[in-house]
């Protein structure tokens, strides 16, 4: 069963293969799916403009580390602030997961693994989802899956480069994400697990990768203590230290119970959040969970049965934030905080149908064996595509409906020389639209002028002449009443979007030049 690495042509010819397979796919439909900024992507661009206007903000935002806006600040500043910008990066960063992904399953297995990861990894509707959302998370899999490939290096040539870049990668971990802080303890506990005996000789390479996360290590803590208000009573304080009114008992009650919701979010209820998840449903695929368990089985056998904590550990260590007593009940199982861990979950699955073909090639001809491997593939892009592209998009907000786009190509197609006005905001049931959505999908131009007052309205319209275009929310008589007092003779028109949704209504006076 053991099957070692091709060459190197060949390994980059199979991990571009999968990438063009998970490109199409994150590219398709990317302009319009998902198609509402939202706010978290507003909390990204906030720090990204810090950056570029070169106030280096080294805080965490929320649940945010500065790490992804460093990274991501160059492009921006090339490409502009747009969501379709920050929507590509994110398809861009997932390219590198699956990369990385491929590379480690070359070094466990050979080819046949690593083309099923990748395969597996591009159509899996789970990372399709975080790969179009244009947010920070898929920073996580990233340093995740490139800090476990270190520890794969090293448990192959033992070199202190090796542990030096496992380590590395997982210090910035520190500054990734809450769920990302766990690297560092992961790393070093899969370094000592894989060390060549005698100890006493290859010790010192622990010692190595200490160095990177002291330091990392004093760095994190001087941001935490310059960020106190974040870490002890803000947003990470209150699920950091939610469950400190709970006794031990039910401390530990709570977290068994989460972690058994937790366990269960890829075959049976995941995470009910819209936009990590269709809601409510596993994770994975019906036929992936099954390949799922087998893999899991399958890591009792050989070849891959000295490799298993390197599978098992990161998929059992980095769910745990999911669990942590302080999260609210109903945000559990999360599959933002359990993101880390999806590769690795992809990885089994790849094991399972690895596993079924080579005990399917004893048993009938190659090429039956073949046919029924390419038909499995085939379903698992038919059942993921209708995942993503259907009811995915059917649960977003609105059946995917985006206001804020909407309102801006309206605002566009106006008289030159208008004024532009939007009259409070979020009038949705999801609160949609953000301002945020319409501003940067005008990137600046035309003007136009946001207010929660029908009386700005009034007085920076008389101000000077030319046609006048407020947007408000359609079903909020006082505010439409109250401009049309002020500007009298102008038209009401209700735009009506795609299943019936009032996305706005527009008052506009033409008063000429």
Known sequence: MAERTTGGWTRWADIAYCLAVALVLRLYQLDTLPGEWYSDISAVQERVAQILAGQWPYRFNSAQGPLYHYLVAPLVLLFGPSYPTYKLLSALTSLAVIALTMLMAYDLAGRSLALLVGYVSAVGSALLIFSRLGDYLMIIPLLTVGMVYGVVRFTRHNTARSALASASVATLGLFAAPHTTL?????????????????????RY?????????????????????????????????????????????????FLRNL?????????????????????????????????VVGLVSLALRPLRKYAALILLPLVILVLPSAWPGIVDIEVPSASRTIASLPFAYLLVAVGLWTFDHLLRQRVPVWLSRGVLAVLLVVLLALNYERYFVAYASHLPAHNTAFGRLIALDILRQPPGSQMFVLGCCWDEWDMPEREAIQYALRGLPPIVFTWEPREVCEQA?????????????????????????????EMETAIGPYDYRVYLRYTVDRGP
């Open 183 to 203: 690297l560092p303890p992961l790393c070093l506990l899969l370094l000592l697990l894989y060390l060549q005996r005698p100890w006493r000789d290859h010790i």
């Open 206 to 254: 622990v010692v190595y990768a200490l160095l990177p996360m002291a330091l990392g290590g004093l760095l994190f803590a001087l941001i935490v203590l310059n960020n106190q208000d974040n870490f002890r009573t803000g947003y990470l304080g209150a699920k950091l230290f939610g469950a400190g009114g709970l006794d031990w008992t039910t401390f530990i009650q709570v």
């Open 260 to 292: 058994g919701k937790t366990a269960l979010m890829y075959h049976g209820t995941g995470d009910h959040v819209f936009r990590s998840n269709i809601p409510f449903q596993p994770h994975l695929d019906s036929v992936s969970g099954v390949f799922m």
């Open 462 to 490: 008389r101000g000077r002449p030319g046609p006048v275009a407020v947007y408000v929310d359609p079903d909020n008589p006082e505010q439409r009443n109250a401009v049309a007092a002020c500007l009298p003779g102008g």
